[in-house]
């Protein structure tokens, strides 16, 4: 999944830079238009001004993960530098990059505003950076596509097996591994009886974890040292991965806005995701001393960024017919408010 996505020569991500929006694989909340950017650019500016009140602190920081081709980025900065000058004025925006070929992407977009934009390679780099200011860390799809381990019930044998991926006859074909109980155990602490469960889960019962995400959790929430950390992605409570409906799992591929079920196939042509288990994040920030503020469906979040928006029409602007069709798809269930999920934790200075 890391090689077909991520591969500086071949990686899904790495040579389509319009693979996203209507004519690419698949839609976001980004693609949707301004609309996304403009209501976090609100809230964050509200989070970050009231730290500052608190703290005295003459700089805001704004920290995205996974900016892609910096369209996000873009839209967010120009609401502020637009409505919140006093605040952009006093912020800097960091974006987490890894890959030297998107941070070229994300420069083209954020042109506009080259004085207030820093790049790094790792969230770690930040140790230290963000000691005396407030900042908002964030990120948007960016869970759901990092690697996984794919696990099997075999009912016969009573254990959790870990699927693999062979090469067979010039194509790449699943194969079972060893014992996967060390990795099923992730879900235990989430109050999950999984030897009750083991007695009525069918033969075959897929599910995905991924400790990468986790990993990259417990990265941000030790850097932060006041403000929240916050994430919008596809993803379910970790008692909703053990239904019917999903016996095969989340893991899905995509391919100009078709399901792809054939995950193996054609790697690098197609996106590759899987449902992020919110509360293995949840916990990892919790055990990193972050409080958590709230889980709710991206339609309850930015529903209500909007009624304070529409208390200070001075800081946000007019609702036009444009915005209005965009935030209907943004929080309609049918759309993308549904199966979108936030999550923000927080951690005060001197916790």
């Known amino acids: 999944m890391e090689l077909s996505l991520y591969c500086p020569e071949c990686g ?5 830079k319009d693979n996203i929006g209507r ?5 976001t909340s980004v693609s949707v238009g301004s609309l996304f950017g403009e209501l976090l650019a609100f809230q964050f500016a509200e989070w970050l001004q009231s730290s500052m009140v608190s703290s005295q602190s003459s700089v805001a920081r704004l920290v995205e993960a996974g900016a892609h081709d910096g369209r996000l980025a873009s839209d967010i900065l120009r609401s502020l530098r637009d409505r919140r000058n006093d605040l952009f004025n006093r912020l800097e925006y960091w974006i987490v990059e890894p890959s030297t ?3 070229e992407w994300q420069r083209e977009s954020l042109a506009d505003f080259a004085e207030t934009v820093r ?7 930040l140790q230290g950076t963000l000691q005396s200011s407030c900042t908002v860390i964030f990120s948007n799809e960016l869970l759901d596509a990092m690697p996984l381990h794919r696990l099997i019930w075999d009912a016969m044998a009573r254990k959790w097996f870990e699927w693999g991926v062979a090469l067979e006859n010039g194509s790449f074909a699943w194969t079972r591994l060893g014992d996967a109980g060390n990795l099923i155990s992730r879900f235990t602490f989430q109050g999950i009886e999984l030897e009750k469960l083991s007695d009525v889960l069918p033969d075959g019962f897929t599910v995905e974890v991924s400790p990468a995400a986790e990993r990259w959790w417990r990265k941000a929430a030790g850097v932060l040292k006041s403000g929240k950390l916050m994430t919008i992605d596809y993803g379910l409570a970790a ?19 078709h399901f792809i079920n054939d995950v193996l196939a ?9 449902h992020v288990n919110f509360s293995a994040i949840q916990n990892a920030g919790e055990t990193a ?20 928006t529409w208390k200070h029409p001075d800081m946000f602007g007019d609702w036009t017919p444009v915005r209005t069709r965009q935030f209907q798809t943004l929080t ?8 979108f999920r936030v999550l923000v934790q927080s951690r005060q200075s001197g916790d």
């Open 23 to 27: 004519r690419g694989d698949f839609l």
């Open 289 to 308: 001393g972050l409080k958590t503020d709230a889980y709710v469906s991206q339609a309850k979040f930015l529903t209500g960024i909007a009624e304070q």
């Open 332 to 339: 309609h269930p049918e759309h993308l408010g549904r199966p």
């Open 239 to 257: 008692e909703e991965f053990f239904t019917p409906e999903r016996k095969d799992g989340t893991l899905r591929a995509y391919r100009a806005h």
């Open 266 to 274: 054609n790697p690098g042509e197609q996106d590759i995701t899987a």
């Open 101 to 103: 070929r998107r941070r």
């Open 12 to 16: 899904f991500y790495e040579k389509e």
């Open 119 to 125: 790049w790094i390679d790792d969230i770690a780099a």
